[in-house]
């Protein structure tokens, strides 16, 4: 009998007692349920479920018919069972995270439900950005999380990738730049174009067949040497799908519009070429598209007007250069160049507010008092002259030496875009400064130099002003049809109390109390946190994480408020050489200006959605581009240990802002050799099993870069020690 028992005991992992049906019934069922659309015999389900006793073995059986009769399983004829349940099926964009799985965002509803994970053996090839259909497992699986597989992939999201060639004796591959493409693409021989090893290009997916591993693609352009400026500039206009030069049917369109001002087109307008009016830009700028003029009045107020450059009285609804203007829906502007939404004949020159030129303007004119009070204002066309072309520099020089062209007028100015300013914010505007690194490099693009722009009056002067003439058109449309005109809107939606909980919670490890409170008061206490971080090594780290916790801004024809300007009612107006929603509200404001009646919504939304999804794509690229000068820079920079503070924590690595830089890297887990490191995903942090040492967002520390890689544009960080210091790997290829 005692050796009996002691049998049981050993084989039974309940300890020989009778094991639970009710529980094995719901293992059962759930594994069934996970793995929606396949079929197990009771010998697979127990080897699945690693059922190890006899007794449970035994009572697969028996209660799989009772899950049978209770009509939660099916049976086959061959004695094989699969779950009843009913999955959702649900259309999503694939955010294809590591080679190991990808997320689903729903297209409907994606806050509220969560993203779907898959595994990437239920991917059915889909890769990032891709829209497919997916079906949603009925039970969650083993991480917690809600699980599907794809069945279905609907709208590929690009089939082009930029990377670099590794040819062997028989075959190719593509190794993409893109760090969301996890798959190497095969290329035939004969495929690759002249495309030397280790050479750049831009390689198009030509077929992937079921149970092949990786993609078979073509060589369509080889771009040349990896590491070379141009070529690695090339390959983020490549791999952002930005375009290399301008098609010849809008060139020829916009070469064939005539410079002539006629009389006609003046006598439609209000003529301000006898104001004072002058542009400013930055220095190395080419198109002007607005400028300021400024008189004062008899009644002893003052009349500022906000003259923007009338791109759509050259550029026509259904011509080549409108479809390439909305095509490409902004200007883009990388490290070493501008690609222009217009070509340079309307950008740089026609429509470009040049001075000492008559130039054709859409205006808003404001008269304010003393107090920056609106008291009055007027929207529609103008004719202007501009005396003056400044750079910031130099017009803030004017105004700080109280000398040179216009520095009254620019003084008085001044005054007002601060009186402008301080009634925005004491309306609830958040006071958003983030730090903007700007590069000097030499004839050949390499990095010489690394500098933050530094913003000064004369940027917030044209802002403020900017700023009132959108808000002004946009409450103007909104209204004259008491919000039932179609318009482009420029919305911010309130923050999510969630989130902005979780940065005032990372706000703190930096020593700084962020009160949110109740919603009223979001505004002034990030504005406080805003001023009190001012030239803090923590500043960049704070702002980026502030925006992150920010909904994003859109472009759309729903008449909803700005949260970050605290604007009832936005637009964009103010600049229609270099963003097409500008031309949008140009096109309507002149129609209602004219007595139209409200056209179809639809069709502006199509043009909104298409709007922000380009303003992305182009803040990603400018994004690349900074990164790919960063790590060029780092690879040259001086061989020392930097300070540094930690401005990101995941269960693979620390991010770490070098702050004399302002360049990020990452010090992966695997290199911390000091102890075994484990991820607290709730307080954003690493703790040691061992030695319990912390190691959280916001921490000073001291790194060392041990590896760059202008490939994947990354930087690779360790933390540095004082009795060590080991020689710096180079990946500059």
Known sequence: MGRKSNKKTRNNKFGGNKPDSGSLSRRILQFLDSNYGSEFNSKQIIKRLEIRDAISKDGVEPILSRLVEAGSVSKTARNYYSSNQDPDFIL???????????????EEDPNSLGDILVKEADLKQALDGDKVRVMVYPVKGKTGRTEGKVLEVIKRNRDEFVGRVEISPRFAFVVPDFKKMHKDIFVHRGDLKGAEHNEKVIVKLTEWRDGDKNPTGEVIRVLGKAGLHEVEIHSIMAEFGLPFEYPEAPEKEANAISDKITAKDIKARKDFRGVATFTIDPADA??????????????????????????????????????????RATSVYLVDRTIPMLPERLSNGLCSLRPNEDKLTFACVFELDREANVKKHWIGRTIIHSDRRFAYEEAQENIDTQSGDFFEELTLLNTLAKKVRQKRFNHGAVN????????????????????????????????????????????????KGKGKDTFVYRTHDSPDMERLETFSGFAKRFGHQVDIGAEGKISAALNKLMEEIQGKPEQNVLEQLAIRSMAKAKYTTEPKGHFGLAFAHYSHFTSPIRRYPDMMAHRLLEHYLEGGKSPDAEPWEQKCVHSSEREKRAADAERASIKYKQVEFMSLAEVKDYDGIVSGVTEWGVFVEITETKCEGMIRVQDITDDYYEFDQKNMRLIGSKNKKMITLGDKVMVRVVNTDIDRRTIDLEFASNDENKPRKRALR
């Open 286 to 327: 080419k198109d002007f598209d607005d400028a300021i003029s400024y008189r004062e009045l008899e009644n002893g107020n003052l009349e500022v007007g906000v003259h923007i450059a009338d791109v759509t009285h050259y550029v026509k609804p259904n011509t080549a250069l409108e479809k390439e203007a909305y095509e």
């Open 432 to 479: 958003f400064e983030t730090v903007e690194v700007k590069f000097k490099l030499d004839e050949d693009g390499k990095p010489l130099g690394l500098f933050i722009k530094e913003r000064k009056d004369i940027h917030k002067l044209i802002e403020e002003f900017m700023l009132l003439a959108n808000k002004y058109v946009a409450e103007f449309v909104f209204n």
């Open 92 to 106: 999503g964009t694939v955010d294809y995270v590591n080679p190991r799985f990808a997320f689903i965002v729903r």
